[in-house]
């Protein structure tokens, strides 16, 4: 069977997701979720009907929420749709390319060689900033710059003059893809308003962190008019369940966004409590962080990952050199990270 693949597929290796990689505990911080499990209520009826392709009340509802016009919003499954939507769309396999920053987000690289696209890849400076002379130097075919600000997994944000900077040097060459999966966390670090200035960014945007409905699957992808009906020619017909759009209007009431903009603050606070805590450990490094996670150095960090693993404390290892990754969770769960980590790090001492 495998060989019926195409060469492309044989080779991938897929990306390794939270969920995928299991576990067994009772403290869940490796995927970025919220904690709130939020109600809602559902009532559906004309379940025999196709929903609308994009369902006016949530791209209305998002666009205001945004600040944009309703012609600038799309929506997908989740941001990762998003992701393979610009791709299938302004790449041609075998031909074009897309480039990353590394260490940042896996799924660019992963659709980009699903769809047979090529990845330039020019990592992150020192300080986790853009090395833009490497970008310029490395622009050729590319279509596509994913810029992921809170960067995920370092936490830190991208500085605006460069992407300002990375805007002006692609002008009539390639899109800036922002990716603000965590922006609600940190809104006035947007770059919404450079859209205005800017037709060649699209910016990323999920209900699946700030919101709490990562289950629900919904995201958005934010450009202007022109973009995004370049989008809608490629996405699927039908790509909104009924169900999800209703809910993620819920979400977007003004209720729905007060609620956000209050747990927001809660799990901000629980950011600087765990951050404050795990800064007074002899040898742990905690970076700043303006998403709902810290990176976080130890002096061995897989054996402080596994550990917590053995424990039911579920971590996410990182690829960068003994950093782990710990989601922001409720106060009894970052109460329980920390005690277990202060605890260890006094047993090895
Ligand atoms: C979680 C995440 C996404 C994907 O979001 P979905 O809407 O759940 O698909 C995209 N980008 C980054 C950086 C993320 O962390």
Do not use: H
């Not at 505990?25 to 609308?52: I, Q």
């Not at 600038?72 to 075998?94: H, K, M, W, Y």
């Amino acid at each position: 069977m495998e060989k019926l693949a195409r060469k492309q597929i044989q080779a991938l290796t897929p990306y390794l997701s939270a969920r995928r990689i299991g576990g067994c505990g009772d403290v869940w911080l490796n995927a970025n979720e919220s904690p709130f499990d939020n109600e809602y209520k559902t009532n559906f009826t004309r379940l025999n009907r196709y929903s609308e392709c994009q369902p006016k009340l949530l791209i209305d509802s998002y666009a205001a929420y945004a600040g944009v016009r309703s012609e600038q919003v799309l929506t997908s499954r989740g941001a990762d749709e998003g992701i393979e939507l610009l791709i299938r769309a302004f790449c041609e396999p075998n031909e074009d390319a897309i480039l990353y920053c590394p260490p940042t987000y896996g799924m660019y690289a992963i659709s980009a060689e699903t769809i047979g696209v090529e990845r330039k890849v020019v990592p992150l400076t020192q300080e986790w900033q853009l090395d833009l002379a490497s970008i310029k130097s490395n622009l050729e075919n590319v279509k596509l710059v994913f810029v992921c600000s809170p960067n995920n997994p370092t936490g830190n944000l991208v500085k605006r003059e460069d992407i300002i900077e990375l805007l002006e040097m692609t002008q009539d060459k390639a899109i800036v893809v922002m990716d603000e999966a965590y922006i609600d966390f940190c809104p006035e670090a947007s770059t919404v308003e450079l859209l205005a200035q800017y037709p060649n960014l699209a910016i990323l945007r999920t209900l699946s962190k700030a919101f709490a409905l990562a289950g629900l699957r919904c995201g958005f992808t934010l450009a202007n008019e022109e973009l995004i009906n370049i989008l809608l020619k490629v996405i699927a017909p039908y790509p909104v369940p009924i169900p999800v759009a209703d809910i993620a209007s819920q979400a977007l009431s003004p209720e729905g966004l007060a609620r956000m903009r209050y747990q927001v603050l809660d799990l901000s606070a629980n950011r600087a409590y765990l951050q404050a805590g795990l800064s007074m450990l002899n040898g742990v490094t905690v970076y700043d962080g303006w998403g709902n996670y810290l990176l976080v150095k130890f002096s061995d960090g897989d054996a402080m990952f596994k550990a917590a693993w053995d424990t039911g404390i579920i971590l996410r290892n990182s690829p960068i050199k003994d950093c782990v990754r710990i989601s922001i969770g409720n106060r009894d769960e970052c109460e329980k990270t920390l005690s277990f980590i202060r605890n260890r790090i006094a047993e090895i001492a």
